[in-house]
């Protein structure tokens, strides 16, 4: 006789904040998980957005095991256009994070900032 089929969540997740230059926290600011091992991008990156609270914050929750990036771009106005790209780390200083099943981390503060004009 076969047992019923049990169904778990996968329960892994990547959080972490995002700052200005200052410290402070950015609400509002759209932050990018992709996979660190995509290797058609001919279709666009694969991944999942999250945007920021007013405490700076962001999550990502049931994600599968491997390695993962999060990032994040910021652009500026007609009168100052800037283009600040970011990646975030974790404690040890790595931008590509290998999450195993069932595992939460928390990551270093990403700081965004206007850092070159835009050609």
Known sequence: MRGPDVIA???????G???????QPLAGVFVQLASADQVDLS???????SVTDAEGR????DLPPGR??????????????FLSKAYARTADG????????????TLM?????????MP
Do not use: C, M
Request: proline share 7%.
């Open 9 to 15: 969540t996968i329960k892994s997740a990547i959080a």
């Open 58 to 61: 962001y999550t990502f929750t």
């Open 17 to 23: 904040v995002v700052h200005d230059a200052n410290g």
């Open 68 to 81: 993962h990036q999060v990032g994040v771009s910021l652009w500026g106005n007609r009168i100052r256009p």
């Open 43 to 49: 279709r666009g990156r694969a991944g999942a957005g």
């Open 109 to 117: 503060p990403l700081v965004a900032r206007p850092d070159r004009p």
């Open 94 to 105: 790595r931008d590509v994070i290998s999450l195993g099943l069932g595992e939460r981390l």
